[in-house]
């Protein structure tokens, strides 16, 4: 409990820091809020354009299709706001040697890593997101009840959690190798299988399904809860890989970083 | 143990120097692979087969790194906000042709990679293939690729001057960037636009970077639609070279009275 | 004993590659590797309050001994103790009380003001408000960087750059300081400024301190003791008045004479190394320095004389290349 006041604590000097940060540059702040905007709207309009001569694909109506792309801008942008740009920073950070400046902190590294700098501007996105679902869903005449907004909540969280360590496995690989900037690009890019439904995947061969299927649950899944259509079996996927990646991944970081303090000169 | 070290370290070694490229390359194959499943359950695919599709999405990435240049971000941020540009303007070439030559030597080899790949592709799914034989629309493909080629980069030479005007040009650039994504091609074929869009989207310059290009390959156009391309991108190519140079002198002007 | 360390060793693996495509596919096949010794076999100990200069060529294994006992690297072999802990483990007892300076790396953020990212170091180091207060003023009075605090960090000149570095590194009171190469980069002045702060805070917090420096300047004005490191291996421990009686027999003295003398007799007194119209110079073993130059003032003449102490970067440039040799 202690400790986690205290990481409390960290967390809002960082909030504060970054909210000070970003009003230093204006023409940046205005740079980022049209380019976010233009990306939240490209994902809808392109569901739009993909669902435009076809009713259905893989039995998704064509709301539905919307709803799972608004879903995504949620959900990408809150991860957005909380870690991209730290897991933007690694390569640098390590590159450069500042991984030393925080390796002598008497916190988590982990912590540090990933959790230093916050993008404030997805918070347009975020908006974006919400306004859109809750157009869409009154539309369809869709009923939205706390038991729904709950679930809706506790699969978002899974979802940001999943996320979280999937970038962080990739990203720790740049301890060995810190050119590999552009594995954050490769992500980035990654990140679009997931705004597809989760039966598109299934006619693919298995080792892409394989490697994909964390993707494929972390929009579909949030999505399903909102569409009142969730099964039961949907809701362990999420949880075991949840708990799972962020384990194996969190196990991978200690491990490079042990290389990289018996290693690196 | 010690074996298992050593063929870890080389397959480093050979990992390290190859990877960066590597994983440019994995990347652009993602989303037009999730692309083509997508549509394998689409309902409607307005007369095209899967396959069809398929090599759709194939062609616009192998031509894809054939013509799209990026050199915007190199005008805006190398030369125009960090004074790259002042060392080239005392020298007595063309900065535009300076930069096309140095661009188009990128492309060529990123072609011919690009080629290859397509050619390997060939030999293993020669069924997910489908591009013209006819000579004459093969020569005339060739005609338009090369028109595009240029097209795009006067098209990003006019982005990159940009920076004159604004001190942070990354918000145009992401938006350009997504305009390229829905009306150059990439993201599906324009012909299954809603037909609205399509009314009006033919007028503007971005179908005649990859898309055009792309389905003149397969042989998607008839005779008369060929020459009516190559003369659309005539028309969009003098009127961005027109604009570039006003909007170059009046950038210049600016740059250097500024004094960076 | 605040510091312990005990047949310390680091050593790096490194592969050898011959140049050329060559080199590389015969590497890809049959790989040399081989062990480069950063630090090899070294032993010594720090009581507190001391301030010690790490003095040796580029990587003679300075920096590698300061991250060892930061607990930024993991020792090959040997013991560390740092205050009573083994530091790689990087208990955060023990990270609260050292902190780890590196000349040329940053911590400050870089769009902020670095008042900004001294509140962040409060929070990390749980420093309480007073404390925080107290330390802070009291830093920043001894740097005088009061007026910069506020300003961005990126406007910020090197050495005001260097001063905002050393307050978010001793904004939580550590008991060790390790300084890796921290006038490096400044200009005479600034350099000059900061030797004078190290030596204060050590004086005033008892603080104990190492610093690695290339400048010889830094070392002889700040440091009573230098353990000097070439090739991983300690050639000298000890004061550094020390290392001139140890490595310097002969002192040289400087004479002006009023009349012109007979060199002969002079030769009789020490060697004689250049003689320049009224001006002899002359090498004389140093016990002896003082009796020869009393002799001098007495038996001639003399408009000047100056008994000049060695150079102390020439002696260390001397011990390094004998060491070579």
New interface residues.
Partial sequence: MKTLI?YL??Y???L??NL??LF??R??L??????HT??A??II??ML??T???????GWTRNELLILAGTYNIILSIFYFLFSRNFNEFSNTIH???L????????DIQFLMTCMYVSYTHVIRFILGVGFVIFILNQMHMVFTIVTFLWFILFLVLSIVILYSIWLLVMTITI??T??S??A??LY??H??SK??Q???K??SWPVYFILFPLTLIVTIPTKVLLQKMLLGDIFWPIIFAIGLFGISRRFWKFAL?YY????? | MRYVRIFLLHT?EV??ER??LT??F??SW??PL??I??W???????GWTIQEIASYYLLVITMGVFLMSHHEEIIAIRDIQEGGLTAYLLKPFSYFWIRFFSEISYRFVQGAIGFLIFFLLIQFFPSYFVFTRSPLILILSIVIILLSLFLVFVFKSIMGILAFWL??A???F??MG?IL??FAGY??PLA???MW?QSFVYYLPFPYMIYFPVIAFEGKLTDVQLFKVIGVEIVWIVTFCILFKKMWHRGVKKYTGIGQ | MIIKVEHLTKY??VHQKEPGLSGSLKSLFNRKYFDSK?VDDISFSISEGELIGFIGPNGAGKT?TL?CL?????PTSGKVEVLGYTP?E?K?????Q???V?GQ???L?W??PAI??F??N?????ITDTVYKKTLDELVQLLEVEDILQV?VRKLSLGQRMKCELIAALIHNPKILFLDEPTIGLDVVMQQKLRDFIKEYNKRYNATILLTSHYMKDVEQLCERVIIIDHGKILYDGKLEDIVKKYVKNKTLSIVFAKPVAIEKIEKLGKVLEIEGPKVTLSVPREKSNHVASKLLEEFSVEDLNIEEANIEEIIRDVFSKHKS
Wanted: hydrophobic share 45%.
């Fill in positions: 205290r604590k960290v809002r000097t960082i504060r820091l000070v940060q230093t540059y023409v940046n205005i740079n980022s809020i049209i380019g233009v990306w709207a490209f309009i392109s354009l993909l435009s001569r076809t009713s259905s694909v893989f450069y040697g500042k030393d400046a925080l390796i002598t902190k008497p916190i060995w190798h050119k590999l552009n594995l690009d490769l890019e990654g679009s299988v597809y439904p039966e598109i995947f006619g693919a042990r303090t018996s290693a690196s000169g | 480093q990992f390290e990877s960066r994983v440019w994995l990347l993602i989303t999730v692309l499943l997508f394998r359950g689409a309902k409607n695919l307005g001190t942070d990354r918000g145009a992401e938006a997504v994504m829905m993201l599906m299954f636009f809603p869009i | 790096y693996q950063a590698t991250k930061s607990g930024l690297l993991y790689f990087r955060h007892p023990f990270l609260k050292i902190s780890l590196m790396k940053n911590q953020w769009d902020l900004d990212s509140l962040l409060k929070e990390i180091y749980e961005q």
